[in-house]
Nanobody, 116 residues
């Protein structure tokens, strides 16, 4: 059974940093690309970053490029999102995601609030 469990969210001041983690179980983590999405109140869920399974190639949405870094530890089946220079507009629930042959799986999300 696939499980994705995010952690690491919290309240941070503008300009601050947070690192999110997503622990994955129930599938061959190292073989799959992984994604971070976010959803702010009243807005649609949007892509933040992605990383491939084999070579760890990364891609970022323009609004986080240069500030966020996605990475993975295949030995620990864990996905990370290092977020620096956080802005108030980064406030959202952040979700990790994996697309498998039998479905599209999401974690429960972790809240990130950027406020002074």
């Amino acid at each position: 059974q696939v499980h994705l469990v995010e952690s690491g969210g919290g309240l941070v001041q503008p300009g601050g940093s947070l690192t999110l983690s997503c622990k994955a179980t129930g599938f061959a983590f190292r073989n799959y690309g992984m994604h971070w999405y976010r959803q702010a109140p009243g807005k649609e869920r949007e892509s933040v970053a992605a990383i491939t399974g084999t070579f760890g190639l990364t891609a970022y949405a323009d609004y986080v490029k240069g500030r966020f870094t996605i990475s993975r530890d295949d030995a620990q089946n864990t996905l990370f999102l290092q977020m620096n220079d956080l802005k108030t507009e980064d406030t959202a629930v952040y979700y990790c995601n994996v697309r498998l042959a039998d479905g599209n799986y999401w974690g429960q999300g972790t809240q990130v609030t950027v406020s002074s």
